[in-house]
């Protein structure tokens, strides 16, 4: 029996699917050890075509459906796994040789949890684009940020280029939803439901593939727009994480233009918005002025994003109402309080025995700080706390622990704080 | 009025430090456990540096990096068995050196002392007029290679061709490392999509007025934060800001496929200088990251004359103006005019009106005036290296000239 199965979808992916094959063929785990499975979504003989062609020399599925979304399609290329262990992969993702072994391990060392892959979008050769410098930034940021020890994971982690969980778990969550039709999203949606059963998400940064990615300008616009509709699905599912949504910078005057001057969007702006910002937009990036490039197409998208939302509502007004609707704070969570005087060690069985969202910290009698629930995350870790007070709770947290210890560096310390919260005061 | 530069670590609770009768100040870079926190001036008294000015000065000056380094001396760290099995890059560490052999021997003494030890230690001889660079490499267990063509950014390319490791790490010739340089250079290299790593280059000594000049008005300190540099995060124009050459560790696949370090600029060529802010600013520009990390600390030694200072200004600014003027003739970046400008009139015309006004801490006359001198040569000097990269592309030495930009 294989010990994971690759699931791959795919749509009209004959030009893409050819190089995913052959990086799997070169895997450093056994061919014996994996299967993969692709789902054809929409009958497609030229990728048929391709996949036989290949001839790959690891065990291949090919499962076919009509067109119905990619979500439709991961949920049966799980039905058809034969392991208990799913990775789900891109037809646009080419695994680095040790990809699967790195999975592999992950699991064996943590079992029972997501195990979220890392990738790069290497770029061709000598070629300046502006366009995929923000997408390489920003998915540089994001990877970079899973990889802190202190990160604290929440559903908008959860993606699914490039990531492994156990079959029963992904069955327990009850799979993808298949609302999600022109829409981004059911990836977080799925994310939400996981962390709610209590599974554990890690970033295992050499689970590496490469994303062999083209941006261009039309996807990115249309990408914003399925955000925009998936994040409404979202909001009316779980309305819970709406905080961690972008709907909730509508809440106060209606969705927000952000800059040195604000911006308020109305649907005759929002209309008029590609028309005006194409000429700008295509100057900045002939003459390479990489701010305006940045910001006229940030606010393209922006528009874009909310023109999705507010199709994916029904109407403007319907968007208004659903947002103004929606709990900005968490609507339930479990804190609890804890004193560090009784050893940092005695944290992590306080926050095992039961899942913590929040935290009111104290030294002795001396109050320190308070870690607030934060919609969708997981729920905290010590190394969440400790990360909390060496930063920000750190001079209140030395401050209460000077006077009580007689370390050698205490009155030091003690006076450190002193002029330290004389230096802020000031 | 020499100053003693000085490394401490706070950790440690470093008492008096005495035996500085030759000294008026000091310049101490601020350690906690191993990791540099800050820096800061102190004036001498009597000889001694006392321990109470330096407290002082610490938590005045650096007071949260020390409030939270000592929060994390009370917090254990909670063992995990890690998720990954990601090690660190093998690393070449290339010295690029021309005619200096003193130098040369305190930089390969403080490379060969490295902890962990570099995987291969590479030094480029650029056309040199004697033996006695080879003749020092005999010393230490180093890889020796001449390279006889004249130029920094030729012997880079060489060093990065020779290279067996992953990463290739330079460092000039009159840089001294510190023990743990390499390894902070290359932690951040464990993410895939980091291109580039630069570190934090400090004077080692203050012995003359040339050299305190020069910490002063171009010193290469990027601060103590670490930073992460993209092309969304700064201009690309702005590449000088990334780091410098004495301490820049690169991928060097990256250096070989893009031809990071074009043959016909920086020291040896008519540009004089600018050929790593170049090399930075095409991997940004081409999307990539680079991360500057103060953990990775080298001991510049500063030119000590100050007609040397005005030489290394001068050329600081011919380098920079023919980097900018390429920018906007041959790679479209119009924002090259507003850098240009704004930095002749925000600094060289400042720096002149102060002076005149009579400001404390002005720059000199003279500096400000060869800074100047620069810019109005760089014209011709980029005439030259056009002049020059066309012979190249001419002549018979191709085989070692990178690829060509499309």
């Known amino acids: 029996m294989p010990r994971i199965s690759i699931v791959i979808p795919t749509h009209r992916g004959a030009s893409r699917i050819g190089p995913t094959l052959a990086a799997l063929a070169s895997q450093t785990l056994p061919h014996g050890d994996f299967e993969v499975i692709v789902v054809l979504d929409g009958p497609d003989p030229a990728t048929r075509q391709v996949i036989a062609a290949a001839q790959p020399p690891f065990t291949i599925t090919v499962v076919e459906q009509d067109h119905a979304g990619a979500a439709q399609a991961r949920n049966r290329g799980a039905a058809a796994a034969r392991s208990p262990l799913l990775l789900f992969l891109d037809d646009d993702m080419s695994a680095v040789p040790g990809l699967l072994s790195a999975h592999l391990r992950s699991h064996e060392r943590h079992p029972d949890g997501v195990v979220l892959g890392c990738f790069t979008q290497p770029r061709a050769g000598h070629r300046v684009d502006l366009l995929a410098d923000g997408a390489d930034a920003w998915w540089a940021d994001h990877f970079a940020q899973l990889a802190l020890p202190s990160h604290r994971f929440s559903f908008r982690d959860f993606c699914t280029g490039n990531v492994s969980l156990p079959r029963e778990r992904f069955v327990d969550a009850g799979g993808f939803s298949t609302e999600f039709k022109q829409a981004a999203g059911e990836d977080y949606e799925l994310g939400i439901r996981l962390l709610r059963l209590g599974v554990r998400f890690r970033f295992a940064l050499d689970a590496l593939s490469v994303h062999r990615y083209a941006a261009s300008w039309a996807k990115s616009l249309e990408r914003a727009r399925e955000e925009g509709r998936g994040h409404v699905i979202i909001a009316r599912l779980h309305p819970e994480v709406f905080p961690a949504l972008s709907l909730r910078d509508a809440v106060e005057d209606g969705p927000v233009l952000k800059g040195d001057r604000p911006l308020r969007l109305t649907p005759l702006r929002l209309a008029a918005a590609p028309a005006l910002l194409h000429a700008p937009l295509r100057m900045a990036r002939a003459l390479k002025l990489r701010r305006q490039w940045q910001k006229l197409q940030g606010a393209s998208r922006v528009c874009a994003y909310w023109e999705g939302a507010c199709q994916q509502a029904g109407s403007w007004s319907a968007l208004q109402s659903l947002v103004q609707d929606m709990p900005l704070v968490p609507i339930a969570h479990h804190e609890i309080e804890f004193d560090l005087a009784t050893g940092f060690d005695q944290l992590t069985p306080a926050l095992t025995a039961a899942a913590v969202d929040a935290i009111r910290l104290r030294y002795g009698p001396q109050p320190i700080g308070r870690i607030a629930p934060q919609a969708g995350a997981e729920s905290l870790r010590t190394a969440h706390v400790r990360h909390a007070l060496l930063g920000r709770l750190a001079p209140r947290f030395l401050a209460a622990r000077a006077p009580l210890d007689r370390g050698r560096h205490a009155q030091r310390e003690h006076t450190l704080v002193e002029s330290t919260a004389l230096g802020s005061a000031g | ?406």
């Not at chain 2, 990096?65 to 009370?74: F, G, P, R, W």
């Not at chain 2, 004495?246 to 004089?272: C, H, K, Y």
């Open chain 2, 1 to 406: 009025m020499p100053s003693k530069v000085l490394d401490l670590d706070l950790a440690d609770d470093p008492g008096d430090v005495p035996g500085l009768g030759a000294y008026d100040r000091a310049f101490v870079l601020l350690r906690w456990r191993g990791l540099p926190i800050g820096s800061v001036w102190l004036d001498v008294i009597d000889g001694r540096l006392p321990a109470a000015d330096l407290w002082q000065a610490a938590h005045a000056r650096h007071g949260r990096a020390i409030t939270h380094a000592m929060a994390a001396d009370a917090l254990p760290c909670p063992a995990e068995p890690p998720l990954d099995d990601v090690s660190l890059p093998s690393a070449t560490v290339a010295v690029c050196t021309k005619d200096r052999p003193d130098d040369l021997r305190r930089c390969l003494a403080a490379l060969c002392a490295l902890t962990p030890p570099a995987h291969e230690i590479l030094v480029v001889d650029n056309a040199p007029s004697d033996e006695r660079t080879a003749s020092v490499c005999r010393d230490f267990p180093v890889r020796y290679v001449r390279e006889d063509v004249k130029g920094l950014n030729w012997a880079r390319t060489r060093a990065a061709r020779e290279a067996r490791g992953e990463v290739i790490a330079y460092t000039d010739d009159d840089a001294t490392p510190d023990r743990r340089w390499l390894e902070a250079l290359l932690v951040p290299f464990r993410h895939p999509a980091v291109a580039a790593v630069t570190g934090l280059v400090l004077p080692l000594e203050l012995e003359t007025d040339g050299q305190e000049l020069f910490e002063q008005y171009c010193g290469f300190s990027r601060g103590f934060r670490q930073r992460v540099f993209d092309a969304r995060r700064i201009s690309p124009l702005g590449a000088a800001n990334v780091g410098a050459g004495a301490s820049m560790a690169i991928r060097r696949q990256l250096v070989n496929d893009l031809g990071l370090f074009r043959v016909e600029l920086d020291a040896g060529t008519a540009a004089q200088s600018g050929g790593d802010t170049f090399a930075f600013y095409r991997l940004l520009s081409l999307g990539h990251r680079i991360v500057y990390t103060p953990a990775a600390i080298a001991w510049h030694r500063h030119r000590q004359s100050p007609r040397d200072l005005v030489q290394v200004l001068r050329s600081y600014s011919v380098g920079t103006y023919v980097f900018l003027l390429r920018c906007l003739l041959f790679h479209g970046e119009t924002g090259a005019i507003q850098v240009g400008f704004g930095w002749f009139l925000g600094h060289h015309v400042r720096q002149l009106l102060r002076r005149a006004i009579g400001r404390a801490n002005a720059q000199p006359f003279g500096l400000t005036l060869a800074e100047i001198q620069g810019v109005l040569m760089s014209p011709w000097a980029l005439w030259k290296t056009l002049r020059r990269e066309r012979s190249i592309l001419r002549g018979n030495a191709t085989a070692a000239l990178p690829a060509t930009e499309a």
